[in-house]
């Protein structure tokens, strides 16, 4: 059975520090996707990586895909209360049309 | 585009007590799914569908059973409801369902079984 381990569960950070959320398996995957939820809503999708060592950013969003395709990790730099949310990671499972997602991080910014 | 919705919104049923979540969405996606989302626990695939008449069985099927009729539509049925379905019920599509496709979910289902 794949499973993406999250981490850390929970992080509460001041306005302005950076951080790192990890997402690990034992399993390969084509593609891992990050999603952020707020509560009382659905996940949105904030980015697809494909490629093993891919990076991308989004803003103050950095986002990479270990080279052997089984991890990945978020970096927030300067973080800011609107960063507030749960921080999902989802990759697909090697059947084919099952997504498989962390348990996701927590992370609340304190203005 | 309304994108991807739920109704109800909240809902309370009596263990044993039967009911649908209904989910639709207005972007002609061949693939939905159904999730439930536990505190810890992330986000379980529970069912899903890539296509009109076409359903599969997801990480946590017992309990549940699905159907789709139309492209639109795919509800979710609990034929005896149980404590253990207490849980927020969110519905997604996307384009075929490949993993590289983004899901679009909606505003979810909050639903407790006493």
């Known amino acids: 059975t794949q499973l993406l381990e999250q981490s850390p569960q929970f992080l509460s950070i001041q306005e302005g520090e950076n951080l790192t959320v990890y997402c690990n398996s034992s399993?390969?995957?084509?593609?891992l996707q990050w999603y952020r939820q707020e509560p009382g809503e659905g996940p949105v999708l904030l980015v697809t990586?494909?490629?093993?060592?891919e990076v991308k950013k989004l803003k103050r969003l950095t986002f990479q895909f270990g080279d052997a395709r089984k991890d990945s990790s978020l970096h927030i730099t300067a973080a800011q209360p609107g960063d507030t949310g749960l921080y999902l990671c989802?990759?697909?499972?090697?059947?084919?049309?099952?997504?498989?997602f962390g348990a996701g991080t927590r992370l609340f910014v304190k203005a | 585009n309304a994108g991807v919705t739920q109704t109800p919104k909240f809902q309370v049923l009596k263990t044993g007590q039967s009911m649908t979540l209904q989910c639709a969405q207005d972007?002609?996606?061949?693939?939905m799914s159904w999730y439930r989302q536990d505190p810890g626990m992330g986000l379980r695939l529970i069912h899903y569908?890539?296509?009109?008449?076409?359903?599969d069985q997801g990480e946590v099927p017992n309990g549940y059973n699905v159907s789709r009729s139309t492209t639109e539509d795919f509800p979710l049925r609990l034929l005896s409801a149980a404590p253990s379905q207490t849980s927020v019920y969110f519905c997604?599509?996307?384009?075929?369902?490949?993993?590289?496709?983004?899901?679009?979910f909606g505003p979810g289902t909050r639903l407790t079984v006493t």
């Open positions: 399993s390969v995957f084509s593609s």
């Open positions: 990586v494909v490629t093993g060592g």
């Open positions: 997604a599509s996307s384009e075929d369902g490949q993993g590289y496709n983004e899901q679009y």
């Open positions: 972007m002609n996606h061949e693939y």
């Open positions: 989802a990759g697909e499972n090697t059947g084919g049309f099952k997504t498989i």
């Open positions: 569908s890539v296509g009109a008449g076409i359903t």
